[in-house]
Nanobody
Framework: QVQLVESGGGLVQPGGSLRLSCAAS????????MAWYRQAPGKERELVAR???????NYADSVKGRFTISRDNVKNIGLLQMNSLKPEDTAVYYC?????WGQGTQVTVSS
């Protein structure tokens, strides 16, 4: 059974940082790659960043230079380091790998 469990969300002031984690079981990120998506209220889910099985990364234009996706192959954990956060980054962030999704973690950027 595949499980993806996100953690690390919370409330942060504009300009602050958060690091999201996605712990995987039943699926291997080094074989399948993984991605982070987000969905803000009233908006469609959008791709934030992804990392392929061979480590190639892609980012949404809105987060380039501020967010960094990575993974720990030993622990089978996906990470999203988010710096210089803006109010428009507020959303539920989801981890995904293949056809599988986590339950999401809320990120709120507000003063």
């Amino acid at each position: 059974q595949v499980q993806l469990v996100e953690s690390g969300g919370g409330l942060v002031q504009p300009g602050g940082s958060l690091r999201l984690s996605c712990a995987a079981s039943g699926i291997n990120f080094s074989w399948n790659g993984m991605a982070w998506y987000r969905q803000a209220p009233g908006k469609e889910r959008e791709l934030v960043a992804r990392i392929s099985r061979i480590g190639i990364t892609n980012y949404a234009d809105s987060v380039k230079g501020r967010f960094t996706i990575s993974r720990d192959n030993v622990k089978n954990i996906g990470l999203l380091q988010m710096n210089s956060l803006k109010p428009e980054d507020t959303a539920v962030y989801y981890c995904s790998s293949g056809e599988y999704w986590g339950q999401g973690t809320q990120v709120t950027v507000s003063s």
